[in-house]
């Protein structure tokens, strides 16, 4: 299904370019044929409906053609984080049951030396190619929409990582759900930076262009600039990126006119205001902002490409999916009110891949609780205050990280920070936040509380300042707090 249904537009003009990649031109003809090449050497190699194979590869066509060769002939893709270290690549492998890896030469020579990896290597060198190019003719499983296409795991934040179990008509939904939400077509340009093993760079990047017939200008890695090259050069009028991203781009301090470039996406995490206004000034295209989690295939919110877009928002749910931001006993909120921010609508998953308990705690009653705290204005849009669990208590009052956070960014000496709760004998929690320190210098703890007093509560204030260089983070670019505590 996800394959019958991917290039809704383009079906006239086969021609048409769907990959660009170091100069490498691909037509949709090509990539249909590459697609079907790879569908029947999966197939002829037991890679079946409910078969497990993990991706271990760069942003490159290849991926592309596996994991969409491997939907064809009915298995289930398990694309590998290659920033993660090996025991964690390792535990992903095993706890998702996969039989086989693919993978290329250079990756390959490092898979090796992990012993007792049960898996068979695939790598995709010329010699493969060759067997991928003579496989026989096969007769591929019925579309079932409903069959489970992709194992995503989750970035682990909280502990192990957890595969979300999403199937075709998961995928196929949040992409026309955002369809829906924006008038891109054929004439467009995607630029995919972001890791195509990541739910954002998957679906965003590549499922959704692919959808409507438009090229994907391919690039293995964020270099800042060749990427400014890339923008300029190859006509690209869509970049989604992450908030480090973008602090990366305008550090270069280089300002470029992006003649076609309509939109830059921003999701992962939240982006500053400051980030945001710097973006638009020194490259003249709007960050639009938004929200997802691989559970939701993953995009759920977004600020609308055309209309009010609201600094510090995730905006408005997709066309197609709803929300609810709900107290503990699962009561609406009003507005302007903090509560759990709930999902539901087509791209939710089907469920955890053997965590029963852990789905039942987030799948009740119909809705996907995401375990983020939200709240919603006057006109519908949605304000991330944080996830649930991080959550600080401190003599009995509330603290949500996120708006210390943004104070903070607020100081001109601080280009971003992070804020846990730390245990305290007589508070129950305290707050304590890691700041990186900006371009001017670094402010001393004295200053930033009396910087914060005009704008926090006291007990919001943190006791304990801590500076560095950087925060740990995850692929998806979210500040990973179970490293900071």
């Not at 030396?113 to 007769?139: C, H, T």
């Amino acid at each position: 299904m996800i394959i019958s249904d991917l290039h809704k537009r383009r079906r006239g003009d086969p021609d048409r370019p769907a990959l660009s990649f170091h100069g490498r031109k691909v037509s949709y003809a090509e990539l249909e044929d590459n697609i079907e090449r790879y569908a029947r050497y999966f197939h002829s190699l037991g890679i079946g409906p409910g078969e497990r194979a993990a991706i271990a590869l760069p942003n490159c066509p290849e991926f592309i053609y596996a994991y969409l060769g491997i939907a064809r002939a009915g298995g289930v893709a398990v694309p590998l984080n290659l920033l993660q270290a090996p025991q964690e690549l390792f535990f992903i492998v095993l706890d998702s049951g996969a039989k086989f890896l693919i993978t290329n030469p250079a990756i390959g020579r490092q898979v090796r030396q992990l012993p007792n990896l049960p898996v068979e290597l695939i790598v995709l060198d010329e010699d493969r190619e060759k067997e991928i190019s003579a496989a026989p003719p096969a007769v591929f499983p019925e579309a079932d929409g409903e069959a489970v296409c992709t194992f995503l795991y989750t970035s682990g934040t909280t502990g192990r990582p957890k595969a979300a179990m999403l199937t075709h008509a998961n995928l196929l939904g949040d992409v026309r759900c955002m369809d829906d939400a924006s008038d891109f077509g054929p004439e467009d340009n995607f630029l995919a930076v972001l890791p195509m093993f990541h739910s954002f760079g998957w679906t965003v990047c590549v499922l959704l262009p692919l959808y409507l017939g438009c090229t994907i200008t391919i690039l293995d890695g964020f270099r800042p600039k060749e990427m400014l090259q890339v923008l300029s050069e190859e006509g690209i009028t869509v970049f989604c990126g992450v908030p480090s991203m973008f602090s990366v781009l305008i550090k270069t301090r280089q300002k470029a006119a992006f003649p076609r470039l309509k939109f830059a996406i921003s999701g992962g995490d939240s982006i500053s205001r400051e980030n945001i206004e710097a973006f638009e000034k020194n490259f003249g295209c709007p960050i639009v902002e938004g929200y997802g989690l691989s559970e939701a295939s993953p995009v759920v919110c977004l600020n609308p490409l055309y209309g009010v877009r609201k600094a510090g928002s995730i905006g408005i749910p997709l066309p197609g999916i709803e929300t609810r931001v709900v107290d503990g006993d699962g009561r609406d909120l009003p507005p302007g009110e903090i509560g759990e921010l709930l999902v539901r609508g087509p791209n939710v998953m089907k469920g955890y891949y053997k965590r029963e308990e852990e789905t039942g705690e987030v799948l009740r009653d119909g809705w996907l609780h995401t375990g983020d705290l939200a709240r919603r204005d006057g006109d519908g849009y949605l304000y991330i205050a944080g996830r649930k669990k991080e959550l600080i208590i401190t003599s009995g009052f509330n603290v949500y990280p996120r708006e210390v956070e943004e104070a903070l960014a607020a100081h001109p000496l601080v280009a971003e920070a992070a804020v846990i709760g730390v245990p305290h004998p007589l508070k129950g929690e305290v707050v304590k936040a890691y700041v990186v320190p900006g371009e001017g210098g670094t402010p001393d703890r004295q200053e930033l509380t009396r910087f914060l007093k005009d704008r926090l509560a006291g007990y919001k204030i943190p006791e304990e300042f801590v500076f560095t260089g950087d925060l740990p983070r995850g692929t998806g670019g979210k500040v990973l707090k179970r490293m900071l505590k």
